[in-house]
């Protein structure tokens, strides 16, 4: 079992950043992010591989989004600049041991944190 433990939402304005933080309670193959927003599905955000730092990002935070890990922490990271009203939702970390599992959607990800909430205001 993984656990994972996340820090970092909040509320900003529109074109401010907030970073978010995920830590494993231990090694995992690959990390990432999903999101929430009410009445909507799920959009899986960003992922990454921990073995070699490859990174996935959804259309929609291209440019604005930036991924990035600590591996010595077990540890995720994401960097979010230029929000817009749109990002807010409820963001969730994700983690998967095993890189078959790795290779789909982080929405079907085994492991998820508790979530956490970002508000952009306009």
């Known amino acids: 079992q993984v656990q994972l433990v996340e820090s970092g939402g909040g509320s900003v304005q529109a074109g401010g950043s907030l970073r978010l933080s995920c830590a494993a309670s231990g090694k995992v193959s690959c990390m990432g992010w999903f999101r929430q927003a009410p009445g909507k599905e799920r959009e899986g955000v960003a992922r990454l591989y921990t073995d070699d730092s490859y990174t996935i990002y959804a259309d929609s935070v291209k440019g604005r989004f930036t991924i990035s890990q600590d591996n010595a922490k077990n540890t995720q990271y994401l960097q979010m600049n230029s929000l817009k009203p749109e990002d807010t939702a409820i963001y969730y970390c994700?983690?998967?041991?095993?890189?078959?599992?790795?290779?789909?959607?982080?929405?079907?990800?085994?492991?998820r944190g508790q979530g956490t909430q970002v508000t952009v205001s306009s």
């Open positions: 994700a983690a998967d041991l095993t890189m078959p599992r790795c290779v789909g959607s982080v929405i079907t990800y085994n492991y």
